[in-house]
């Protein structure tokens, strides 16, 4: 079993139990993936196998890479992903993976996506800084950081010391959220329901993995 | 915004027969109570003053005074633990949300009533009387 698949987030509704209690789902359309290579340790000194997700046109693709999709007897795919594995799987290039492998002992799962990018962006919203005061003299600098460090900061050389955190470009990242856990698995139409919300917009690419840490 | 899929998720979540109500309208909600093991229905009476929201999604707000205090509770219009609104009167209204109750006092917080013709989910349905379509259906022309 390969413990994860890839899939694109849809976006998010709520869904309830019989007696009422409501829980906020984001919808994950997982599958079928298409098993494009398997690393060998023999080959590439690791055990991993590459996956393919949605069929993209030919004419939109490369050659390399219809090329490789061609060797697993599959069409190119729109994105593709490898997943380390610890010991060697029992798959082989074109065999397709489903959510069929999340129903049974899947409580919880973590899901990688990229995140929502937000341009350049003041410390307020990148890092959570307070920002100054609205009176008392503040003029025209109410959303700045403040001070960046004295004339001479001792032990550190001149200068503003390293990682400083600073206005810059946000978001756009790739996002690993642990621990999400796994609400419902629709086998007919391929899609996961975990429950909190999952980075980056709807329609962006997601990686959702067995969880590492909570079972 | 909706999307195929999460319209699917929703499916079979949804009331086959959602209640009818509008906003303006004076209505008893049942709500299912549960506590411990025992359960019990209770009903909040008041004026709907904004629905939202669509699928499962949807909700609707619901104003009344106790004890010279406005409430507000809001409601899953497809939560299994709303059995029944009952729409007890109409108000006669020009907008989606009356949020302008809230500043409303005395005798101005009243509604217009509203005669509305029933409409055809809310009279039952008269028995379809059988039609012999049978003989006819046999042959497309």
Do not use: W
Not at chain 2, 4 to 20: C, G, M, R, T, Y
């Amino acid at each position: 079993m390969i413990p994860a698949i890839l899939g694109t987030k849809v976006g998010m509704t709520r869904v309830c139990d019989d007696k009422g209690a409501v829980t906020p789902v984001s919808v994950v359309s997982a599958g079928p993936c298409t098993v494009l290579q398997v690393r060998t340790p023999d080959c590439d000194g690791y055990h991993a196998v590459q996956m393919g997700f949605k069929d993209v046109k030919p004419h939109r693709s490369t050659k390399p890479l219809i090329g490789h999709a061609a060797k697993a007897g599959s069409g190119p795919k729109r994105f593709s992903r490898e997943i380390r594995l610890s010991v060697a799987s029992d798959v082989s290039p074109g065999d397709v993976l489903t959510v069929e492998q999340f129903v049974e002992g899947v409580a919880y799962v973590d899901v990688t996506g990229t995140s929502k990018g937000r341009g350049f962006a003041g410390v307020m919203k990148r890092h959570g800084f307070g920002g100054q005061q609205a009176t008392h003299g503040v003029e025209r600098k109410h959303r700045s950081a403040g001070s960046i460090g004295g004339h001479s900061n001792i032990g550190l050389g001149r200068g503003v010391k390293k990682g400083k955190k600073m206005p810059g470009h946000f978001g756009h990242t790739r996002t690993t959220q642990r621990n999400m856990k796994l609400v419902g698995v629709d086998r007919e139409r391929n899609l996961l329901l975990i429950e909190g919300s999952l980075p980056g917009p709807a329609g962006g690419m997601v990686v959702v993995r067995i969880s590492k840490t909570k079972s | 915004m909706s999307h195929p899929l999460i319209d699917a998720v929703e499916a079979p979540h949804l009331k086959s027969d959602p209640p009818e109500f509008r906003v303006g309208d004076t209505v008893d909600v049942h709500t299912r109570i549960i506590e411990g093991e025992k359960e019990r229905t209770q009903v909040f009476n008041g004026v709907v003053i904004a629905r939202r929201g669509h699928g499962f999604n949807a909700s609707f707000t619901v104003r009344r005074i106790v004890a010279n205090q406005g409430v507000e509770r809001t409601f899953l219009v497809h939560s299994p633990r709303v059995l029944k609104v009952e729409s007890k009167r109409h108000g006669k209204v020009r907008r989606a949300k009356l949020y302008y109750l809230r500043d409303r006092v005395g005798k101005s917080r009243r509604l217009r009533e509203k005669r509305r013709v029933p409409t055809k989910a809310s009279t039952p349905a008269p028995v379809p009387e059988p039609v012999a379509v049978a003989e006819v259906a046999g042959e497309p022309v």
